[in-house]
């Protein structure tokens, strides 16, 4: 759910020969020196982005504690122990030399004939893994005018990831009217990410507090899209079905924390912590079934002037279900040893045997929860043309939605937290064109969207986030954000390949959905909240065009390569405003994640096929 514009993919359906196509590559990306990639034992299958199960959780978990939480309550030591030494004993990562890169893929395409009619076919493979190593540093400051630093840490990041893609498509084309369409995809994305924190700390007050986490997170999508588009005398209709199942699994997350000894100097598992090492495992599943209907009619005028009506219906339905546990050692009192020692030294077979350290559940209750959203819309859209350089191409769009979030867990006895976000909106867009010359537009532009919280944002889960560095935690009192749009844009055609474009622009922002900074146990969490109000202006230039012109300016004779070559330039000036009510006092920021001035610059080569 956003508030921005859609993405719309299309491969080409029927090719006019057969295409074969293979390429791989090899290299090394920056930061992935000798001696400076984190790493740590993993699975045969990592190099393809599937973990063959040494990662999941463990068998005696499974066997003895499916349905229950682990604790020494329900638990024999012996049992304790055995869940304990189930785990991998392996928390200190270790550097390794120069870590290559790699990528291959491969498309095939034809066309081919069935009972006198084309049948397109397209079916592309893909796979790439990467390696890279960061070192940066993380700070955190409190208050404004004089900024008081909370944390100061020096942070190295390893990851290696794995992208793998599979795409497939079949076009059928019944007559000149009626065609059929039906696509496949599956991706897969990967990380095995290593991260070591270190610095001080004025939350707990210590002077250097190191955590070393260690993590690998698969994320899957399965895809299948079937449409047609069918043409009658007056009238045309195209319809979409799609299915789709998106998976991520979160396995055997693990983490170390040590602190310095004030006396000493040394590095320490911390007392601070009760359970200073943890392990997690979980995963979340969503279905999305949905659909969509256009019916397109030309009307006829008196003024012979052109008149298109858009009519649709959409649908869509998403369940999403996730189910994480938490699980941490902890010392008994006076039975902890040497705590200078690294994990796997600590937990050693006779200090778990003994009940030294103890395996604990440590699952919350919103670890579990189960969520939903049914959206059904219908939209009417007229393109009119007023005169013969004024179009006009105005509509509206009607969307309920029903959002519901549970979150409860099996392992606590917390009562459940429901949460249900029932919208009802209408959105209206106009769009007015004005043809000032033979390649000369000069557009006006007004709509109102919206943004609606994710399902996972609207739940109390959390878990932390690698790229931040902090953790992240949904809020179940969001609501939706309102966003009115207004563009003027003035547009110079010089040729079919090149382009001249000069805006400004304008967004209101009602109730606007931005990620906070909140305290937390142990430091600060990321989470969303609705501004009170908020407003974005800017400015935009682009430039399309061919070396032709070059050529010309220099005094050179223009070839047909010339004008086949080219550059895009295209610079904005953005300026961004959120209002924020917090602890009765109003705050104003600037959008997250925009920035003040952008460019875009590429060259290109047009080919007509």
């Known amino acids: 759910e956003f508030g921005g514009g859609v993405v719309n993919i299309n491969t080409k359906e029927f090719q006019d020969r057969r295409i074969l196509t293979q390429s791989a590559s090899f290299g090394l990306k920056q930061g992935s020196a000798a001696g400076s990639f984190l790493t ?31 604790n020494r309550t329900d638990f024999t030591v012996a049992e304790l122990a055995e869940m304990g030494k189930s785990f991998k004993n392996e928390w200190t990562p270790r550097t390794t030399g120069v870590q290559p890169s790699f990528s291959y893929a491969t498309l095939f395409a034809d066309k081919f004939s069935v009972a006198d009619r084309d049948l397109g076919f397209l079916f592309s493979f893909s796979l790439s893994n990467g390696f890279a190593s960061q070192d940066r540093e993380e700070n955190v400051y409190e208050g404004s005018l004089s900024p008081t630093p909370r944390s100061l840490y020096s942070v190295s990041d390893s990851k290696g990831s794995v992208l793998m893609g599979l795409t497939s498509s079949m076009t059928y084309k019944f007559s000149d009217k009626h065609k059929l369409k039906g696509s496949f995809v599956f991706s897969k994305d990967s990380e095995d990410r290593v991260r070591i924190s270190a610095g001080p700390n004025e939350d707990y007050g210590t002077a250097n507090l190191q955590q070393t986490q260690l993590a690998f997170i698969e994320r899957g999508l399965l895809s299948g899209v079937l449409n047609g588009n069918h043409s009658f005398q007056r009238s045309e209709i195209d319809w979409v079905f799609s299915l789709s199942r998106a998976k991520r699994e979160d396995l055997d997350r693990r983490l170390s924390i040590y602190e310095e000894n004030a006396s000493t100097g040394d590095l320490m598992l911390s007392r601070r912590f009760t359970h200073p090492l943890t392990r997690i495992f979980g995963e979340s599943v969503e279905e999305d079934l949905a659909f969509k209907v256009n019916w397109l009619v030309p009307l006829t005028r008196w003024d012979k002037f052109s008149t298109r009506m858009k009519w649709g219906l959409a649908g869509r339905v998403r369940d999403r279900e996730a189910g994480y546990r938490r699980f941490g050692f902890y010392a008994r009192f006076g039975r902890d040893g040497d705590r200078t020692r690294q994990p796997e030294e600590i937990l050693n077979t006779e200090a778990l045997d003994n009940g030294d350290y103890r395996l604990e559940e440590l699952t919350r209750a919103n670890d579990s929860w189960f969520a939903n959203q049914l959206l059904s819309a219908t939209y009417a859209m007229l393109d009119l043309e007023l005169l013969k350089t004024l179009r006009l191409v105005a509509g509206a769009r009607y969307e309920q939605s029903v959002q519901e979030v549970e979150a409860r867990s099996p392992f606590v006895n917390d009562d459940p937290v429901t949460v249900i976000l029932n919208t009802d909106d209408i959105l209206p867009a106009a769009n007015l064109t004005w043809r000032m010359g033979k390649r000369v537009n000069l557009r006006f532009a007004w709509s109102e969207t919206l943004a609606r919280p994710e399902l996972r944002e609207l739940s109390p889960f959390s878990m932390y986030n690698y790229e931040d560095g902090y953790e992240e935690r949904g809020n179940p009192l969001l609501q939706q954000a309102h966003l009115q749009h207004y563009d003027i844009r003035w547009e110079l055609y010089p040729s079919r390949s090149e382009y001249v474009g000069l805006s400004v622009f304008r967004k209101n922002f009602e109730n606007p959905i931005e990620k906070l900074l909140s305290p937390s146990v142990g430091g600060y969490a990321l989470e969303p909240f609705n501004g009170e109000s908020g407003e974005l202006t800017g400015a935009e230039v682009e430039v399309r065009a061919s070396l032709r012109r070059f050529a010309q300016l220099v005094g050179g004779t223009p070839g047909y390569a010339w004008d086949r070559l080219g550059f895009s330039v295209n610079y904005s000036r953005v300026n961004s405003e959120v209002q924020f009510l917090r602890d009765g006092n109003l705050y104003k920021t600037p959008l997250n994640g925009q920035a003040s001035h952008t460019w875009n610059m590429e060259d290109w080569y047009r080919v007509d096929l």
């Open 40 to 70: 740590y034992s993993g699975g045969s299958l990592d190099f393809l982005g599937f973990d063959d199960g040494t990662r999941s959780l463990p068998g005696s978990i499974q066997r003895l504690a499916s349905d229950r939480p682990v």
